[in-house]
């Protein structure tokens, strides 16, 4: 059904699944239910991602900032988190799907905590795709719990200074061991980053639609693929 060229499938999709609150709003609804829709938008990108052969799918669930909202919105979101942790996880796990919660879970509730965990470890030799879920993550966070554990090392006379180089950095950043994004799609028409991966998207190519999260299907993820299949990467050289 899919008319996506076979060539070159982006093997690391990152999206800012933005534009819940504003699509409940239209429907004269609460912003909860514009999240509640926005779980099943997730669970179609993320059936569409594996089949098309995508490697690592991030998505941005929950940033460093959102605590900035009402506290009954927070609530909702935790709420929804952990439904889908103990509705989804089984399913993720019978399509040999690896789940990774990215962020800073110290913030998290005791119990949601032990979900993660759970969830991490019952799915962790699944090697069809490694979905990544931004949960109070921040990419400033990112680097800087990364430098923390670089300066440790330095500290700790288990490194140089001068050995520290970009590829050696990376490899403590949360998104240790997967390949930089190559596609990075934001949803609802603003055009920021909003905290989101900034190492990993230095070369990101950059996808922004219109769609609100909860109306994102198969046939605009599929667009998005389509418009990153006519970019041209040149990482700085000449074709
Ligand atoms: C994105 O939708 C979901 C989260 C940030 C959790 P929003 O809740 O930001 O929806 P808008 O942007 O207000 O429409
Ligand atoms: C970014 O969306 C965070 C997530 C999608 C989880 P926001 O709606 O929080 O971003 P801003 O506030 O519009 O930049
Ligand atoms: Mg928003």
Known sequence: MTNIAVEPIPQHVAIIMDGNGRWAKQKGKMRVFGHKNGVIAV????SYARKIGVKFLTLYAFSSENWNRPEQEITALMTLFMQALDLEVKKLHQNNIRLKIIGDTSRFSESLRRKIARAEKLTENNTALVLNIAANYGGQWDIVQAVQK????????????????????????????????????RTS????????????????????????WPDFNEEEFEQAVQAYQKRHRRFGGIE
């Open 43 to 46: 669970r179609n990108a993320v």
């Open 150 to 185: 670089v300066a440790n090392m330095v500290k700790d006379q288990q490194l140089e200074v001068d050995q520290i180089s970009p590829q050696l950095f990376e490899q403590y950043l949360v998104t240790q061991d997967q390949p930089a994004v190559d596609l990075l799609i």
């Open 189 to 212: 028409g603003e055009l920021r980053i909003s905290n989101f991966l900034l190492w990993q998207i230095a070369y990101a190519e950059l996808y922004f639609s219109q769609v609100l």
